[in-house]
């Protein structure tokens, strides 16, 4: 039972960063950051969806790492612009 508890909430803990994501991404590219066939926008709303629906570590990891990957990119663009950012912070399994 506490291992369901945990996974909810690190799920929701994803959740909570890929909202962040989002809102940096749309103020992005309110500012200018080429989204090429909203390539971005739509790999976000995948993710958003992947975590929402994940029943297992592996599979949460799985949208985590790619979440790590989007988030770094967001944050190279904002970076080139003078701009700081925050690493978020991600859930990890504990181990028993």
Request: with cysteine.
């Amino acid at each position: 039972m506490a291992k369901n508890i945990e996974l909810t909430q690190a799920r929701q803990s994803v959740l909570e960063n890929l909202e962040q994501i989002q809102v940096d991404l749309s103020r992005c590219i309110g500012e200018g950051m080429v989204d090429s066939a909203d390539a971005y926008y739509n790999e976000v709303l995948g993710l958003i969806e992947d975590a929402r629906t994940v029943d297992n570590w592996d599979e949460l990891n799985e949208a985590i790492t790619r979440s790590k990957t989007l988030e770094n990119e967001i944050a190279g663009w904002m970076s080139r612009h003078g701009r700081t950012t925050l690493s978020l912070p991600w859930p990890k399994k504990i181990k028993y």
